[in-house]
């Protein structure tokens, strides 16, 4: 198994290889530079017998926040699919046939699992989806499709539970129902947004959460880098620097005080 990648990346988006900003196989990916955040950051397993198709695909995900494992054999995908959320499972691959898989991971496990494959007959579509797939996707294809369709799966496999009202982290302390922070039980003054913010980081506390998702998931579409950075360093002076943590490049996770 390749070695799992914890933190978030802003890969280069590139068009080269795109055609009307559709996925082609071996060649490139775009990311829409404007693409909606995640309200979730799922682990995904990329079943891929192409590195360069893999890893571009990786990148994309990455950039949305979510935690990506690359493999490139059914064997390795049958072995390493249990500690993910979601499976982008290639059909054509150099040790099984991806059928197999699909067959061998549903036979076991109820994890949702997206085919991604070149295989577009309507014979192929219904093998796949008898095979346990919960979607097939032919390639090529945009990757908006593809994130669009991600998100429908998740949604039948795991309705979204909403986080937990009470955040508690040593002496810190955000309630979502009150929308009160304190910290070593003195109440904190914060302003809606500071609030969003530490809340969204504290929701995801081993996680690097891109600056940009930062962005689009507390202000929306009226935001800028200099509105981001005010905001950090004013919390930061209210609760201490170690509770927002910068990883340069990419942007913040939450930290221990």
């Not at 309705?159 to 955000?174: E, F």
Request: aromatic fraction near 6%; proline fraction near 5%; charged fraction near 25%.
């Amino acid at each position: 198994m390749n070695q799992r990648t914890f933190a978030v990346l802003e890969p280069h988006t590139t068009a080269a290889g795109t055609a009307n900003g559709a996925f082609l196989p071996a060649e490139g990916l775009r990311v829409p530079p404007h693409a909606p955040a995640q309200s979730a950051l799922w682990r995904i397993l990329i079943v891929e017998s192409s590195t360069v198709e893999a890893e571009t695909l990786a990148r994309g995900l990455r950039r949305h926040g979510h935690e990506v494992e690359i493999v490139g054999t059914g064997s390795e995908a049958l072995r390493g699919y249990a500690d993910a959320d979601l499976v982008l499972l290639d059909l054509e691959l150099p040790d099984l046939d991806g059928l197999e898989v699909c067959r061998g991971i549903r036979a076991a496990h109820e994890i949702p699992v997206i085919a991604v494959t070149a295989r577009g007959s309507e014979l192929d579509r219904v093998l796949g989806l008898q095979a346990g797939a919960d979607d097939y996707l032919v390639k090529p294809y945009g990757f908006r499709e593809l994130m669009a369709r991600m998100e429908a799966v998740m949604r039948r496999a795991r309705p979204s539970r909403p986080a937990a009202a009470t955040i508690t982290c040593g002496p810190l302390r955000i309630d979502a129902g009150t929308r009160e922070v304190t910290l070593h039980g003195e109440p904190v003054e914060t302003t809606r947004k500071e609030f969003d913010m530490l809340y969204l980081l504290a929701s995801h506390p081993d996680t690097v959460i891109p600056r940009k998702m930062l962005m689009q998931q507390v202000w929306g579409d009226s935001w800028s880098r200099r509105t981001v950075d005010t905001h950090v360093s004013t919390l930061r002076n209210k609760i201490g620097a170690n509770w927002i943590i910068t990883i340069r490049g990419v942007g913040f996770r939450f930290g221990q005080g």
